[in-house]
């Protein structure tokens, strides 16, 4: 099966990474001021973070992760999702509903059906 290119979609990771950084902050009960301050930056700064005004660079999205004490992933929302299929990004989110019981015996299992694909290359 060929795989899809990944190929980003700027807008979809903008406009997830704005709504997630909001929500985000509001759950933590945070100003745009105070997470500018532990940021190092101004206000109006931050503010254009937010509103897509400002584009963002690597750097600064780990930071704001850190301040919101989240991984980077969570301000993507599912545009870090946006080069599986429908069916590996449904995969992934029930995983991601598991005990680590669950989570384990579905890494032995995919680790044994890696071992057999590859002897199954091999001959």
Aim: proline share 2%; aromatic share 8%.
């Amino acid at each position: 099966m060929e795989r899809k290119k990944f190929e980003p979609d700027d807008n979809k990771i903008y406009e997830a990474f704005r709504k997630a950084v909001v929500r985000l902050r509001s759950e933590h009960h945070l100003t745009q001021a105070n997470v500018a301050g532990k940021l190092g930056v101004s206000c109006t700064t931050y503010s254009h973070y937010e509103t897509g005004d400002r584009k963002i660079t690597v750097g600064m999205l780990y930071k704001i992760a850190a301040v919101l004490g989240v991984p980077v992933t969570d301000l993507l929302g599912d545009a870090s999702k946006s080069h599986m299929t429908p069916k590996e990004s449904y995969i992934i989110d029930q995983y991601r509903l598991l005990d680590e019981r669950g989570r384990e015996t579905v890494e032995s299992c995919m680790q044994h059906e890696y071992e057999r694909h590859g002897k199954k290359e091999q001959e």
